[in-house]
Structure formats: structure tokens, C-alpha cells
Nanobody, 115 residues
Framework: QVRLVESGGGLVQAGGSLRLSCAAS????????MDWYRQAPGKPRELVAS???????NYADSVKGRFTISRDNSKNTLYLQMNSLKPEDTAVYYC?????????WGQGTQVTVSS
């Protein structure tokens, strides 16, 4: 059974940093395409960053140069390092794994950036 558990969210002032973690079980994170999404109130869920099994990364234009997606294969954990945070980054952040054509989601972690 695939399980993804996010952590690391919280309240931070604009310009600050947070690191989100997504602990995976039931899958090997390094073998799968994994993403970070976010959803702000009243808005659709949007893709923030992706990493392939080969380690290729991709970012939304709104976070390029500020966010970094990475993996620790020894811990089977996905990360999202978020720097220079802005109030518009406020959202619930979710990790997602794609395996065998199926999408698996975590429960989300709240990130709130105050101005």
C-alpha cells in the first residue's frame, strides 16, 4: 500500500524559508515520477515542481529560482526547499507519486506566508 506523508509546513514571514518533506512507503521514491502541488483557497491545485526517476527536475515559472525539489534515496523521502517565500505562496502543499499509471497523494501540509 502506497502512503505519502508530508510535513514541514508552517507560518513564516515573507522572505523566509521552509523545507517540506514527503516520506514515502509502499513505493521506492527514486523509481517513480514525483511532484509537489499546491492549492490556495478558492484556486485549483497547481503543479509546483517535479522530479523524474532519472533526477530531472522541472518547476513552475512562479517558483523557479526560489524552490528546489530533491530526493534522499536512503530515506525514501522527497523534499521541497522553499526560499524567498512570498505571501502568494500560501497554500496547502501536496506530494504526489505516479506509479503504474496511478496517482497517489499525501494529505497535504499548510504553508502560510505573512507579509
Amino acid at each position: 500500500q502506497v502512503r505519502l506523508v508530508e510535513s514541514g509546513g508552517g507560518l513564516v514571514q515573507a522572505g523566509g524559508s521552509l523545507r517540506l518533506s514527503c516520506a514515502a512507503s509502499g513505493i521506492i521514491a527514486s523509481n517513480n515520477y514525483m511532484d509537489w502541488y499546491r492549492q490556495a483557497p478558492g484556486k485549483p491545485r497547481e503543479l509546483v515542481a517535479s522530479i523524474t526517476s532519472a533526477g530531472t527536475t522541472n518547476y513552475a515559472d512562479s517558483v523557479k529560482g526560489r524552490f528546489t525539489i530533491s530526493r534522499d534515496n536512503s530515506k525514501n523521502t522527497l523534499y521541497l526547499q522553499m526560499n524567498s517565500l512570498k505571501p502568494e505562496d500560501t497554500a496547502v502543499y501536496y506530494c504526489k507519486a505516479l506509479r503504474s499509471g496511478n496517482n497517489y497523494w499525501g494529505q497535504g501540509t499548510q504553508v502560510t506566508v505573512s507579509s
